[in-house]
């Protein structure tokens, strides 16, 4: 039985046109790379979300920094202060975002504001 490239390099090329049309899948906000305001430190810290809870569930980050924040799950989740100092609002299912974090050193609880059982502590040091 003889191979047809015809169908093959077809279905090749198909998949390179899906591939290199996937960036303008993401919002435009998170594609691009701009730099923090003055006196913000980008990505001292990382908080990954999944569905079972957030990884790492404590996090280290300078004051006054962004914190980047990957749902990773499937379902929105948030990162939400027990105290309230901050507050990331619904992330969508592999949405990535920059938080600003506190300016003042010191132990911060934290949870999902739709699954209160899932908590981690940002620490600013």
């Given at each position: 039985?003889?191979?047809?490239?015809?169908?093959?390099?077809?279905?090749?090329?198909?998949?390179?046109?899906?591939?290199?049309?996937?960036?303008?899948?993401?919002?435009?906000?998170?594609?691009?790379?701009?730099?923090?305001?003055?006196?913000?430190?980008?990505?001292?810290?990382?908080?990954?979300?999944?569905?079972?809870?957030?990884?790492?569930?404590?996090?280290?980050?300078?004051?006054?920094?962004?914190?980047?924040?990957i749902n990773n799950?499937?379902?929105?989740?948030?990162?939400?202060?027990?105290?309230?100092?901050?507050?990331?609002?619904?992330?969508?299912?592999?949405?990535?975002?920059?938080?600003?974090?506190?300016?003042?050193?010191?132990?911060?609880?934290?949870?999902?504001?739709?699954?209160?059982?899932?908590?981690?502590?940002?620490?600013?040091?």
């Open positions: 039985m003889r191979f047809k490239r015809t169908p093959f390099l077809l279905l090749i090329f198909i998949f390179g046109v899906l591939v290199s049309g996937c960036n303008k899948l993401i919002p435009e906000q998170f594609r691009r790379v701009t730099p923090p305001p003055p006196g913000i430190e980008r990505n001292t810290g990382e908080i990954r979300m999944l569905d079972s809870g957030f990884v790492p569930t404590e996090v280290r980050a300078k004051p006054n920094s962004l914190i980047n924040i799950g499937s379902i929105p989740h948030s990162v939400t202060s027990d105290t309230g100092t901050f507050d990331s609002g619904l992330i969508e299912a592999g949405q990535p975002i920059d938080m600003e974090g506190p300016s003042e050193p010191g132990s911060y609880p934290f949870h999902c504001s739709i699954h209160p059982e899932i908590k981690g502590v940002l620490t600013i040091e």
